[in-house]
């Protein structure tokens, strides 16, 4: 479907159409042509009156079924556009909802981009009834029909009816964690500007395959695997990606997917220095003030500076000494070439919880065999001897994990010493 790009900004504002038409080309639009302009925003169109005439041509010239616009649309503004130009006009918050509609594959993500729907609908609905009774236009068809009360009504009862499934969905996910817990694994979660590269460093951290795509939000449910980080198991989580300017009713509505980012141990924040300083510094600053929103901002950060392959030595090092006091713990990497990968490692063990060593001595017999069983797939045991009818072992873990430890080597008869 071919498109026109729009921004209307401010002197002082930055251009979004570069990024406007990344997103319009993952929802997979082909972009004909783009409109910008600087002034303050106009009541009717957005855009002033002669540039909406003036889109209006560009439309018909390039047989172009919708435009997209950076900036949020009003109903009454997506209104005119529609009448003006003969296509539907859609912001960017209804483009990134597509996105996320088109890239969802499981159903807690399709929950809530319905979710996110609804609200961004129930706060216009009234609006947008009233303008559709005036006359159809693009976008609008179909309103007409419902009673204002009655469409307002139907919209929130579909919010409450999803808010009821997610909350279904977030009970059973904090009963995951909390089985995760009691098998004494910390967790780590990805995080990071969408298409930063995140996945991808998933993917040589955990040695799995998942989805890497240059388009952008490949990730919208969370995938966590257990990954060996310098010999101590760890969970390791994939999270959606942040963008600039992100709604917050979207943050609202994917609220049980981030809380994995939460309930934490570490965050690995992934940043892509191969962006000029400009982009780079926003886009982290995006993520920063993103992880604060969610309420994470309290969790250790390690930044992953990554697609170091595309930069040159001088490069690398002018943009580490430019970002040392804004990226946390930041150590350059490429996720692609698997460059300085056990470094990052090192960094995040260095960061976690303190791991504890300790020992136990523990009377031989089917239930103390098992109990080490379970020992060798929860923790890092070092070593284990075995002296007549006793086994000596030590191992390595969190100190809550090694309480815990030593509760079950007493209830079995055994020893343990800190």
């Known amino acids: 479907m071919k498109t026109i790009i729009v921004q ?11 990024e406007l038409r990344s997103l319009a080309e993952s929802a997979g639009y082909t972009v004909v ?6 002034r303050e925003p106009d009541s009717r169109y957005q855009i002033g009156s002669g540039k909406a005439q003036e889109l209006a041509e560009l439309v018909a010239k390039n047989e172009v079924e919708k435009t997209i616009f950076d900036n949020e649309l009003k109903p009454v503004q997506a209104y005119n556009l529609a ?5 539907e006009a859609v912001d ?5 909802l597509e996105i996320f509609a088109h890239r969802a594959s499981t159903l807690e993500a399709k929950l809530q981009i319905e979710l996110a729907k609804m609200r961004y609908e ?6 947008r009834v009233r303008l559709a009774r005036m006359e159809e236009q693009p976008g609008f068809m179909g309103l007409g029909m419902y009673e204002v009360d009655l469409y307002f009504e139907e919209v929130k009862r579909r919010v409450n009816s999803i808010n009821e499934k997610l909350k279904r969905i977030r009970k059973r996910r904090s009963l995951h964690r909390t089985r995760r817990l009691e098998l004494g694994f910390t967790s780590v979660s990805l995080a990071g500007y969408t298409n930063a590269g995140k996945s991808s460093l998933f993917n040589v951290l955990a040695e799995e395959m998942a989805p890497v795509n240059p388009e952008l939000f490949t990730t919208l449910s969370t995938t966590t695997r257990v990954v060996a980080l310098s010999g101590k198991k760890v969970l390791l989580t994939d999270t959606v990606g942040f963008i600039d300017r992100l709604p917050l009713t979207l943050i609202e509505a994917f609220h049980s997917t981030l809380e994995e980012t939460i309930f934490s141990n570490l965050i690995l924040l992934v940043v892509d220095i191969s962006e000029p300083q400009e982009d780079v510094e926003r886009k982290l600053s995006c993520c920063l003030e993103t992880i604060e929103k969610i309420g994470a901002s309290g969790i250790p950060t390690v930044t992953a500076l990554n697609k170091i392959d595309l930069l040159t030595d001088t490069e690398i090092q002018n943009k580490i000494d430019t970002l040392e006091n804004f990226a946390p713990r930041a150590v350059p990497v490429s996720a692609i070439r698997k460059t300085n990968v056990p470094l990052l490692k090192q960094e995040i063990m260095n960061h976690l919880a303190n791991f504890t060593q300790a020992s136990f001595s523990l009377p031989l017999s089917n239930e103390s065999m098992s109990f080490l069983s379970w020992l060798f797939s929860h923790t890092d045991v070092h070593t284990v001897k075995y002296e007549g009818d006793v086994v000596n072992v030590v191992f390595e873990s969190i100190p809550w994990f090694a309480n815990k430890v030593k509760l079950r080597v007493e209830q079995l008869g055994g020893a343990f010493n800190s």
């Open 8 to 18: 209307r900004r401010l002197h002082d504002e930055r251009s979004s159409l570069d």
């Open 33 to 38: 042509g783009s409109v910008e302009q600087t």
């Open 83 to 87: 009448k003006i130009t003969g296509v």
């Open 92 to 96: 960017r918050f209804q483009l990134i």
């Open 122 to 127: 129930l706060s216009r609905a009234k609006e």
